[in-house]
């Protein structure tokens, strides 16, 4: 009996240890963000640990852990009809609402899942719940892309997978099949899958093939850069829950295929110290001291190492591949994205990220709505339903629907 007390006391306080992180009081429900992210960091954690017995790669193991047990099967409902279908080589999930809509043709998005390009799918509950709901609420037909992972691939190929299906689905007599208005598509992502919707917008500029123009952006708290790791943002929350600073450099890394023996320098931006010519004038493109109002930036200050190390760049020369990095995008291409709108959250080592693209589209003259959540958190869109309903949730989740309604 004593022994089984000890052990209880032991249990609960290994619990109340991995648990326990703290949080700042004016982020959403703390204590269940708390216990989210431990069961995250356990997932992780479990992982890393298959990685190093030899058991796969830590990125898929991860994937098996949180996704797989999770794909649905494409279930059409009275509703919505749901088809798993491939766009030109690409996986893509088609929702369409069987409703009656105003006009001859509907509205449509094409939705781009988050995941760090290596986790999350768009048969996975949440994502298939999300897009179901957005596919209802606005009456709209969303096309959601299965585009390939790291650590089976990596850039720039889960971009070329968005953009081919994205400009397969734009061709006219695609849109005719579908009963699509082509006046009325919107492109959206959120998180690493906003950094894919916002490079694939890029894209479409540049492409004098694609007659069909993307009327909207919408991206929420998308990765936008990978040259600076210390912006405000960055800086206050390193640590924060569901994304910590290390966790998104290591993405990064796995992305662009570089090796994690880099995080540490990328860490203090050695690679985009001063001494790297080609490195300087894109980061002048990211110089948050004139993009961030005073608000985000307090006494934060930028970490310009006048010597970094050179091989970084060398063996990831992506780093610095504007396609990877669609924040520091030339004003040129800038200027000729869509209207946009820009999920951010306070809680989140991306808030200047999303805020800086915010402000250069502005500043080259496009029409931005930028929705701002205080304590909202990084992924808080997708926990908007039990058992892991937040009410920043459910906030971020509806108020990117509405604006889709009021302007698709
Ligand atoms: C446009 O289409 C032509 C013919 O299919 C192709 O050769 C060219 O590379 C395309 N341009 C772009 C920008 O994709
Ligand atoms: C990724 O990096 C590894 C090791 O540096 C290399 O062998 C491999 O060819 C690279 N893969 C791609 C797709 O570039
Ligand atoms: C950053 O670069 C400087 C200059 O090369 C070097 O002395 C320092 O150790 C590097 N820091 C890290 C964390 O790699």
């Not at 290591?250 to 985009?272: E, R």
Request: proline content about 5%.
């Amino acid at each position: 009996m004593r022994a089984l007390s000890a052990l209880v006391t032991a249990l609960a306080a290994f619990s109340a240890y991995y648990v326990y992180t703290p949080l700042p009081s004016t982020v959403s429900e703390p204590w269940k963000l708390m216990l989210l992210d431990a069961t995250f960091r356990c997932a992780q954690d479990l992982s890393n640990l298959a990685h190093f017995v030899g058991l796969g790669h830590h990125l898929r193991v991860l994937n098996f852990v949180s996704g797989y047990f999770d794909k649905l099967e494409a279930l059409s409902s009275r509703d919505m009809k749901v088809t798993d279908t491939v766009f030109n080589g690409v996986e893509v999930r088609v929702f369409e609402p069987t409703r009656e809509f105003a006009g001859n043709l509907k509205r449509s998005i094409v939705y781009i899942h988050g995941g760090g390009w290596a986790l999350g799918s768009a048969r996975m509950r949440s994502y298939d719940s999300l897009c179901r709901k957005v596919a209802e609420d606005v009456n709209a037909v969303v096309v959601a892309i299965e585009y390939r992972l790291v650590p089976d691939v990596h850039f720039p190929v889960p971009l070329n997978d968005a953009l081919a299906a994205t400009k397969y689905f734009l061709r006219p007599e695609v849109l005719a099949k579908y009963l699509i208005d082509p006046d009325r598509i919107a492109v959206s992502g959120d998180s690493a899958g906003g950094n894919l919707a916002a490079a694939v917008c890029q894209q479409l500029t540049e492409d004098s093939n694609v007659t069909t123009k993307v009327k909207l952006q919408a991206l929420i708290y998308p990765v936008l850069q990978a040259l600076d790791f210390n912006t405000p943002s960055y800086q206050q929350n390193m640590d924060m829950p569901i994304l910590s600073r290390f966790v998104m450099i290591k993405f990064w890394l796995d992305y662009l295929n570089g090796s994690h023996k880099f995080a540490h320098s990328m860490l203090v931006n050695n690679h985009t110290s001063l001494d790297l010519s080609q490195a300087v004038s894109l980061r002048e493109r990211l110089n948050w001291d004139s993009l961030l109002p005073s608000s985000f930036k307090k006494n934060y200050k930028p970490l310009l190492p006048s010597i970094g190390s050179p091989n970084i760049i060398q063996e990831v020369p992506a780093l610095l591949d504007i396609r990877a990095s669609p924040l520091v995008a030339h004003k040129k291409t800038i200027e000729l994205l869509p209207k946009t709108y820009m999920l951010t959250c306070e809680h989140d080592v991306l808030r200047d990220d999303g805020t800086m693209y915010a402000r250069r589209l502005e500043d080259a003259g496009v029409d931005v709505t930028h929705d701002h959540y205080e304590d909202g958190f990084h992924g808080c869109m997708l926990f908007a339903t039990w058992p892991t309903y937040f009410s920043v949730g459910a906030r971020t989740r509806d108020g990117y629907i509405k604006w889709l309604d009021e302007n698709l």
